[in-house]
């Protein structure tokens, strides 16, 4: 897999928006390594978890979140699965997972059918290990602030928006990744 060709295929180059991309999606991908590195026992596989950090946000473009350059249609919670959309047509359906359930700290339908959100009426839970050290490293890193890590604290304060199932989730991540 080459994860820029498949970001090139939907980012201009010398593009803001690809440039906070690339940049966000790299520090994720940074922090996920450096837990598999720092986590042997959990066998994670690194190839894998690098190509789906580095493509967890790929759909962002097609929402409306101007403050990062984001002049789609859609509202940006929908960026995950549509991100996911994009890579089962790339024929990337793992990847595609870890694109549909990085949002928050996971999504239950429940949360989703309670919360009316516009998103499919599905699971987005993280479920392999891979998909939650993904998602796990993401709520360490804004596309606001790039290049500056956030505290534990701060990311549980911006997970908390999501309902309590979340934070209990990232809890118990902080347990097995920190």
């Known amino acids: 897999m080459n994860v820029l060709s498949i970001i090139d295929s939907y980012y201009k180059e010398n593009d803001r928006l690809r440039d906070i991309l690339l940049i966000h999606s790299r520090a994720v991908a940074d922090k996920a390594l450096h837990i598999a590195e720092a986590h042997p026992e959990l066998r994670l596989d690194t190839v894998f978890?690098?190509?789906?950090?580095?493509?967890?946000?790929?759909?962002?473009?097609?929402?409306?979140?101007s403050g990062i350059a984001c002049y789609g249609t859609e509202p940006y919670i929908c960026h995950?699965?549509?991100g996911a959309e994009?890579?089962?047509?790339?024929?990337?359906p793992r990847h595609a997972l870890v694109c549909e359930r990085h949002?928050?700290?996971?999504?239950?339908?429940?949360?989703?059918?309670?919360?009316?959100?516009?998103?499919?009426?599905?699971?987005?839970i993280p479920v392999s290990m891979e998909e939650q050290v993904v998602c796990f490293a993401d709520k360490f890193y804004s596309k606001t602030h790039l290049e500056r890590e956030k505290s534990v604290e701060?990311?549980?304060k911006s997970i908390s928006r999501y309902g309590e199932e979340?934070?209990?989730r990232f809890r118990t991540w902080c347990g097995l990744f920190l």
């Not at 994009?86 to 990337?92: D, H, M, N, P, V």
């Not at 059918?113 to 599905?122: A, F, T, V, Y």
Request: avoid cysteine.
């Open 49 to 65: 978890l690098e190509e789906a950090a580095m493509l967890h946000d790929v759909g962002i473009f097609l929402t409306d979140a």
């Open 80 to 82: 995950g699965y549509l």
């Open 86 to 92: 994009l890579l089962r047509k790339e024929g990337f």
């Open 103 to 124: 949002t928050g700290a996971g999504i239950s339908l429940k949360q989703i059918i309670e919360r009316h959100l516009p998103i499919p009426h599905r699971d987005m």
């Open 154 to 156: 701060a990311a549980l």
């Open 166 to 168: 979340g934070v209990m």
